[in-house]
């Protein structure tokens, strides 16, 4: 049986190479910086893993959020699924199976980064999560442009 699902888009030109871009979606120290995270462990490769924390308490984080990566095309592509969370704030009210896929594409300013989250139910319990994905993306977009700046891209 299929379940119906709604995804979120979200795509923007950077003026760094699609080699540069694509790199900071794996590495972890640049991971940290675009997403505010506080620990990160990458192993970039088909299979391998993908994940990050958040908090001061290392012990204790208020989120985590881990995914094998399904499909890593060095510089244009890399698929996250089979995710797990763990989040303070309890558990997300709707079962879901989220697929992220990260798409570097060249661009005549540098390259552009799409990013497109798959696996939203089409139920109402699952549209402010929705929401609050669809500023989070807008968000870290924003991050990902002043890390760029901050290195001087």
Same mark, same amino acid.
Request: negative net charge; charged residues 25%; glycine residues 6%.
């Given at each position: 049986? *299929?379940?119906?699902?709604?995804?979120?888009?979200?795509?923007?030109?950077? %003026?760094?190479?699609?080699?540069?871009?694509?790199?900071?979606?794996?590495?972890? %120290?640049?991971?940290?910086?675009?997403?505010?995270?506080?620990?990160?462990?990458?192993?970039?490769?088909?299979?391998?893993?993908?994940?990050?924390?958040?908090?001061?308490?290392?012990?204790?984080?208020?989120?985590?959020?881990?995914?094998?990566?399904?499909?890593?095309?060095?510089?244009?592509?890399?698929?996250?699924?089979?995710?797990?969370?763990?989040?303070? %704030?309890?558990?997300?009210?709707?079962?879901?199976?989220?697929?992220?896929?990260?798409?570097?594409? %060249?661009?005549?300013?540098?390259?552009?980064?799409?990013? *497109?989250?798959?696996?939203?139910?089409?139920?109402?319990?699952?549209?402010?999560?929705?929401?609050?994905?669809?500023?989070?993306?807008?968000?870290?977009?924003?991050?990902?442009?002043?890390?760029?700046?901050?290195?001087?891209?």
């Amino acid at each position: 049986m *299929t379940t119906e699902t709604r995804q979120h888009i979200h795509e923007e030109v950077f %003026s760094v190479s699609p080699e540069r871009l694509f790199a900071i979606l794996h590495t972890p %120290s640049a991971i940290r910086r675009w997403w505010s995270a506080a620990r990160v462990v990458v192993l970039p490769e088909p299979g391998g893993t993908w994940a990050a924390a958040w908090g001061d308490e290392e012990d204790d984080p208020d989120y985590i959020s881990v995914a094998k990566i399904r499909h890593f095309e060095r510089p244009r592509r890399m698929v996250l699924a089979d995710y797990n969370y763990l989040s303070r %704030s309890g558990e997300l009210s709707f079962d879901a199976s989220f697929v992220v896929e990260f798409l570097v594409l %060249s661009h005549p300013e540098g390259a552009v980064l799409r990013v *497109t989250q798959d696996g939203f139910p089409v139920t109402t319990d699952a549209d402010d999560f929705l929401k609050g994905c669809v500023i989070g993306w807008r968000e870290t977009f924003a991050g990902i442009r002043k890390y760029f700046e901050d290195a001087g891209a």
